[in-house]
């Protein structure tokens, strides 16, 4: 490694203080009387470059759209899970069973002397099924939820009719908003206010139609949601006693650490729980998910970088292969050099500008077309997601795409380069 | 001070059963200004020799001096800059670079000199001038005769005014008339002081030169100085 260094510190030098103008010229001018040659051999790093350009791009804009989907939610948004923080898959599936969190604990959250800086909470739950209305079926998102939530979270308010009230969540209401999407599917252009669905052959009252929103988070497609009283979800859809999630919004942003500390306190207290580690719940706030995602779309863009960099690694070993091509047909040129006083160094210098210059000039196509491709992947995407989508590309994933380019010259380069510097003169000047 | 003087020189080539001598218990001194031609049939170590005079090859044993420093003890870097300093080098084939013009061609040497890149231009120019190729410098080598091709490596084995110039058989592939300009060039280059040793394995080239040493199956079987020379712009027969 140290030697690499010191030998990218000696070509840098070199171009910058010795006769680079000259070596530039007898290089290009190689490269220019064997173009399509050069140009296959620089293909295989025009593709890799480009494609980690992409990749980088791609995982930006996606990084940028999931924050701010969050920060849409609010930082004072808060939310309660049953079961431990998860951390495998066999946490997840306790998860998916727990039942630790019910009306008791969403009623002592509730208490004010408890918590006092929470405004609201609500248990939600999703309810996995199909709906039908006369001869249509549809299949929608389920939610046992607080209706009148959409408009406090998402700013979702209905098209027509009202959010149910909390007189239908005591009552159990055979209530139901639906989405734009849902209305269509099950009433075509007729109208839907008041008339009767049926979830699990439980008959709803149509009390209010959401407008066409779309994607409201990456996650929920409002269009297709279906939302039910959560007490009626619970006990007549799913038959359980228990909420698979609740929600909470705080006073404001700055009140969230100390109101899930008291969150914590209270559950904990409930549960007779003395060891945070064995928690039967888990908290998440915006900068959880904020961390996690950001954490997630990182993992995934290195990974699929790196994968996108092994093409890199075959366009280098292309690269080697034709210096080593390159090295053979220019023996007597070698050998010339050499008889006329290029030292050991001065071959290899050569030969290694050229590879270096081979590799920089696939980096800057790579770099266009890697550009070009990630700005027609969003016009894509931002059909596809939404407007939230947003080409992105960092300056930072550009120098570093040419640095890699370059590296890849000099590593691929080195050992053909080191190669020719060793030929001796007269067998060079022999050679056929 | 002799500018070449060497000691029981051998050069063995191949290992074991396979050892072929090129050149065996090789002795001779070269002073200064001298033009020397080394003849003997194909096999005989002519070029094998040459090769170790101009530094592209190394002796197996015996001891070279090159202004009576030991060759032996340089290391290879030095014998780079040597060789690029203080020799210059004609080969039968010409050895052009083909993508350079002449121009560059004729400036090669300088590129691993330690002159000033300021002078180039100035140099070569001189160079061509010497070999009479003033008006040709941004040609190509493919719009060049074979006679002109030599005349351009003459002038790049002149650029940098090296203290000897070493030829390889220059024109054994010229037709006569070319032969003649190029051994009236080389002539003349060693009248102004340059000593030359040049290869060849015709007996008439020979006889430009001043001294001829003949080898016979790597061995030097005559070592004498010319007595009549003959002279390239009275004529020339190959």
Request: aromatic letters at 8%; a positive charge.
């Amino acid at each position: 490694m140290n030697r690499l260094v010191l030998w990218i510190f000696r070509i840098c030098n070199l171009l910058i203080f010795m006769r680079s103008r000259y070596i530039f010229k007898n290089v290009l001018g190689g490269l220019k009387t064997n173009k399509s040659r050069s140009f296959l051999t620089i293909l295989g790093i025009v593709i890799g470059i480009a494609s980690v350009i992409l990749i980088m791009s791609i995982g930006q804009s996606a990084k940028s759209l999931i924050l701010s989907e969050v920060e849409t939610l609010g930082g004072n948004f808060v939310q309660i899970n049953p079961g431990k923080e998860p951390e495998g898959l066999t946490d997840m599936a306790d998860i998916l069973f727990a039942n630790s969190l019910k009306d008791r604990e969403i009623d002592a959250l509730k208490n004010k002397s408890n918590v006092p800086d929470l405004i609201d909470i609500t248990p939600s739950l999703m309810v996995p099924g199909s709906v039908s209305y006369g001869g249509e079926v549809y299949k929608p998102t389920i939610l046992g939820w607080s209706a009148d939530w959409l408009g406090k979270i998402y700013k979702v308010y209905p098209e027509q009719g009202n959010y149910f009230t909390e007189d239908d969540i005591k009552s159990r209401g055979a209530v139901a908003v639906i989405g734009s999407k849902v209305k269509e599917e099950l009433f075509g252009s007729s109208d839907a206010l008041g008339e009767k669905i049926k979830i699990k052959n439980k008959y709803f009252r149509v009390v209010a139609i959401l407008p066409s929103k779309g994607q409201i988070s990456s996650f929920a497609d409002v269009d297709k949601f279906i939302v039910v009283p959560y007490t009626t979800a619970q006990k007549y859809l799913l038959g359980i006693d228990y909420y698979q999630e609740a929600h909470i919004l705080a006073k404001n942003e700055e009140a969230v650490p100390g109101m899930v500390e008291d969150i914590k306190a209270t559950l904990r207290d409930l549960h007779n729980i003395k060891d945070p580690k064995d928690d039967d719940f888990h908290i998440t706030t915006p900068k959880d998910i904020i961390g996690k995602i950001s954490l997630i779309t990182t993992v995934l863009t290195v990974l699929l970088t790196s994968i996108a960099a092994i093409s890199l690694i075959v366009g280098g070993v292309g690269i080697m292969n034709i210096m080593l091509v390159s090295v053979t047909e220019k023996t007597r040129e070698i050998g010339l050099r050499k008889a006329l006083g290029a030292r050991n160094k001065d071959i290899l210098y050569y030969f290694l500008i050229e590879s270096v210059v081979l590799t920089i000039v696939g980096g800057l196509a790579g770099i266009a077309g890697g550009v070009g491709l990630s700005y027609l992947a969003s016009l894509v995407l931002t059909k596809v997601v939404g407007a939230g989508w947003h080409f992105a590309i960092s300056l930072s994933a550009i120098f570093l795409s040419l640095g890699v380019a370059a590296l890849v010259g000099l590593i691929f380069g080195l050992y053909p380069a080191r190669k020719a510097s060793l030929k001796s003169p007269i067998e060079a000047l022999r050679y056929e | 001070m002799s500018l070449i003087r060497v000691e029981n020189i051998e050069k063995i080539y191949g290992q074991g059963k396979n050892e072929t001598p090129a050149l065996s218990g090789v002795c001779f001194k070269i002073e200064k200004g001298e033009f020397v031609a080394i003849i003997g049939p194909s096999g005989s170590g002519k070029s094998t020799l040459l090769h170790i005079l101009g530094f592209l090859d190394k002796p197996s044993k015996g001891k070279y001096y090159f202004e009576d420093k030991l060759i032996n003890e340089y290391p290879d870097n030095e014998l780079a800059q040597v060789r690029n300093a203080k020799m210059g080098f004609i080969f039968q084939t010409f050895n052009l670079l083909p993508r350079l013009s002449v121009l560059d061609n004729i400036k090669l040497p300088l590129y691993y000199s330690h002159i000033k890149e300021s002078l180039w231009d100035e140099m070569s120019q001189k160079a061509a001038d010497a070999v009479g190729l003033t008006h040709r410098l941004k040609h190509d080598r493919s719009q060049l005769s074979g006679g002109e091709q030599q005349r351009v490596a003459i002038a790049r084995a002149l650029v940098n005014n090296p203290d000897v110039i070493f030829a390889d058989e220059p024109t054994g592939n010229l037709d006569s008339k070319s032969g003649q300009i190029i051994m009236d060039i080389i002539q003349k280059l060693n009248d102004i002081g340059h000593t030359v040793v040049m290869v060849t394995h015709e007996k008439y080239t020979s006889e430009m030169a001043k001294r001829v040493i003949e080898l016979k199956d790597g061995k030097i079987v005559r070592d004498e100085l010319v007595e009549s020379r003959h002279l390239a712009r009275d004529g020339f027969k190959k």
